[in-house]
């Protein structure tokens, strides 16, 4: 009797974990243009339910096909053994968007919401000890300073002048953590050498470097750039935008990848000509206004974007600017995986560099290039995001309707 109940345990158990497997397969978030399906193979026994889903029975499996007839979200449930397990699955359904491929390198100049914590020094007072104002607080690393005084700051001049100019003993500090709004006081030092009040805080207020432009859609003026967010490097965490802006630059020097030594392209941004601005900076890159009025895309050829379903192993090309004539080219890729995760965001493709010149250039992906626009028979399917540090030919690639979404 035993040996039975033990043996139909393992039976259910292996359903279970059969049912389990295939469930996992399919995606819990699926992006089609419109008037375009999506088909789904799935075991007998699972159900799905949607508005725009039909479902075709065989004999051993279930196919179901999902149409993008509208513009829109849709919630498609899936349910096994009357709804003993369940899982949603978000449709999302866009317009058929042509853009115009970007490719150029791109000065970026981001500010943060208030002024970020990335560490913490005691401050020599005029009497020569070493004091902590910090200390008395929760304050630390990460943290981003919005108010002094209740008044608002959001650069590092602004906070030092309203620390400095301060006529009371303590000061009153309002910051974030994480979504936490936090408001102590604080006793400023008065520094020994250069006499004036601080905090014991270092600080920065934004970021400045290059990257790749990746799209441009001419129906709403807006661009799309780099693939991956702009995180802070001591903090390790996207900055929240307060603004920003991208200007035209300048390549100066390319140096080339090898094995556990990235390149890097250098480039000079020109603050004189501001062509865009930020407006959100997120895991699938930056996104805002492209606001140059001339021609700068004259020329450039305008394609449709492809749905993740549409991507195909093997070869692609690759738009990037790695020449001192500071133009787009195109280079020959392969594409070596596709991710089935809908989470895989920067990571959605496995790219490796093959072409010759691309390589006596970079030795393949370097910074810098992240954002460069991707195509495959004739439509953006993506942008460069990593590069693989033990082999510069090798990186990863977000899909171009992942960017789509998060411009939108």
């Not at 026994?45 to 513009?71: C, H, Q």
């Not at 991956?228 to 991208?246: A, F, M, P, R, Y």
């Not at 407006?279 to 305008?302: A, V």
């Amino acid at each position: 009797m035993k040996q039975k109940k033990s043996f139909f345990i393992i039976i259910m158990f292996i359903i279970l974990f059969v049912y389990t497997t295939n469930i996992d397969k399919i995606p819990s978030e699926i992006v089609l243009f419109q008037n375009q399906d999506y088909e789904i193979s799935y075991m007998k026994g699972i159900n799905l339910e949607g508005e725009n889903v039909s479902v075709a029975d065989t004999f051993f499996r279930n196919f179901a096909k999902i149409s993008g007839n509208y513009v829109g979200d849709e919630k498609i449930t899936l349910s096994v053994f009357g709804g003993a397990i369940k899982k949603d699955i978000n449709v999302s359904v866009l317009p058929k968007t042509n853009v115009i491929l970007g490719g150029d390198t791109v000065g970026i100049r981001l500010y943060s919401e208030g002024v970020l914590v990335i560490g913490e020094m005691p401050v020599q007072g005029m009497d020569g000890n070493y004091y902590e104002p910090y200390s008395a607080t929760k304050i630390e690393k990460g943290d981003i300073i919005t108010k002094i005084n209740d008044v608002p700051v959001e650069t590092i001049e602004e906070l030092t002048e309203l620390v400095n100019n301060s006529d009371e003993e303590k000061i009153s500090i309002e910051y974030k953590k994480d979504d936490t709004v936090i408001k102590e006081e604080m006793v400023p030092v008065k520094a020994f050498g250069d006499n004036l009040k601080k905090l014991g805080l270092w600080v920065k207020d934004g970021v400045m470097g290059v990257g790749t432009l990746t799209f441009y859609d001419p129906e709403n003026k807006m661009y799309a750039a780099l693939g991956h967010g702009i995180s802070d490097t001591e903090v390790k965490e996207l900055i929240n935008v307060d603004t920003g802006k991208i200007n035209v630059a300048s390549i100066l020097d390319v140096t080339k990848g090898a094995k556990d030594a990235p390149g890097e392209i250098k480039g000079l941004l020109n603050d004189d000509i501001q062509i865009g601005t930020i407006e959100k900076n997120n895991l699938s890159g930056i996104f805002g206004e492209f606001t140059d009025n001339s021609n700068y895309f004259r020329g450039r050829k305008s394609v449709e974007i492809a749905a993740k379903n549409e991507v195909k192993l093997g070869k692609a090309k690759v738009i990037c600017t790695v020449d001192g004539d500071n133009y787009p080219k195109e280079y020959d890729i392969e594409i070596l995986k596709i991710a089935t995760d809908s989470n895989s965001y920067s990571r959605g493709m496995t790219i490796k560099v093959t072409d010759s010149q691309l390589l006596e250039k970079t030795g393949g992906i370097i910074q810098g290039m992240s954002g460069s626009p991707i195509i495959q028979e004739g439509k953006l399917i993506g942008a460069v995001t990593h590069v693989y540090v033990k082999d510069p030919t090798k990186g990863y690639a977000i899909f171009a309707e992942t960017m789509l979404k998060e411009m939108d």
